[in-house]
């Protein structure tokens, strides 16, 4: 992946696409369908750290010595939450958790660079680090800070603890997560973000060893989040096994997201960054 970030250019001028009519009350740079296209004044509002200033109306200062920035009323936030797989099973391997960290840190960075309102939450059982910011001048900072992060506890589970972390007044959720966990585990999650009428993505990302193993005689195989061992030799026919599994496993997955209103795309970790924010994301209606 690219360390450059000169992408980031070409990220400032993306939206992440969100087709629920919940609405946040603050301005924001987006048009809101239910009041036309045409800019409706609609009042004034306190400047608040993070605002544009260029959106400060300088004739009521004048009045008032006191920071307004004008609302209208087709131009309305949006709320929405990254939650990122920070467990042991995410951060063992190292190009994985890459690509899972520059995959939030560049969403971020487009809610941000948006005016739209921002959530993050890198979690790790019991242990979440959380971000919470709006306002375009943030993003960059919040860009590097969640792509060096280094998540603390990583023992737990990161489905379980969701359901205790979701915050409810989002339009989008986005998890990031290699979605390894039993289907029943993950449904209990999308059932919830579907019943507080959320949109949700799931960006699975898997390393190119999981999704390709390329092993052979005994092993022992070590479950990186509970400790379990299990002695295993490997042949070909348990290597397709595996393959199958996984693929079966994938495919069940994508289809209960669809279930419950969401949107599903995996992310190997040999795969482009940029392949995947200006292709693929794209291409299944997320990002414009």
């Not at 030799?233 to 693929?247: H, W």
Request: aromatic residues 10%; charged residues 25%.
């Amino acid at each position: 992946m690219s360390k450059s970030y000169s992408y980031l250019g070409k990220l400032q001028k993306k939206k992440l696409l969100v087709k629920t009519k919940k609405r946040g009350l603050h301005a924001g740079s987006r048009q809101s369908a239910r009041f036309g296209s045409s800019l409706e004044f609609s009042d004034f509002r306190a400047y608040q750290l993070g605002d544009d200033v260029r959106q400060i109306d300088w004739n009521v200062y004048g009045r008032t010595q006191k920071h307004y920035i004008k609302r209208f009323l087709d131009e309305q936030e949006l709320s929405i939450s990254i939650y990122l797989d920070g467990t042991a099973s995410m951060q063992k391997a190292e190009k994985k958790w890459e690509m899972a960290r520059e995959l939030a840190a560049a969403l971020s960075y487009t809610v941000l660079s948006s005016d739209d309102r921002l959530y993050f939450a890198a979690i790790s059982g019991e242990y979440i680090q959380p971000v919470k910011k709006r306002g375009a001048i943030y993003s960059r900072k919040v860009f590097l800070d969640i792509l060096h992060l280094q998540a603390q506890g990583v023992s737990g589970e990161f489905w379980t603890a969701l359901p205790k972390v979701i915050s409810k007044r989002e339009q989008l959720s986005v998890l990031i997560s290699d979605g390894l966990e039993p289907l029943s585990v993950m449904e209990e999650v999308f059932q919830q973000l579907a019943a507080l009428k959320q949109e949700f993505w799931l960006l699975q990302v898997l390393s190119s060893e999981e999704l390709f193993p390329d092993y052979s005689g005994d092993l022992k195989l070590l479950d990186a989040e509970n400790g379990t061992v299990v002695n295993v030799s490997m042949n070909s026919a348990i290597l397709t096994e595996y393959k199958t599994r996984i693929r079966e496993h994938n495919t069940e997955l994508e289809s209960l997201c669809k279930k419950y209103g969401g949107h599903y795309l995996l992310a190997a970790d040999d795969r482009d960054l940029q392949a995947i924010l200006f292709t693929d994301l794209p291409a299944k209606g997320l990002m414009r």
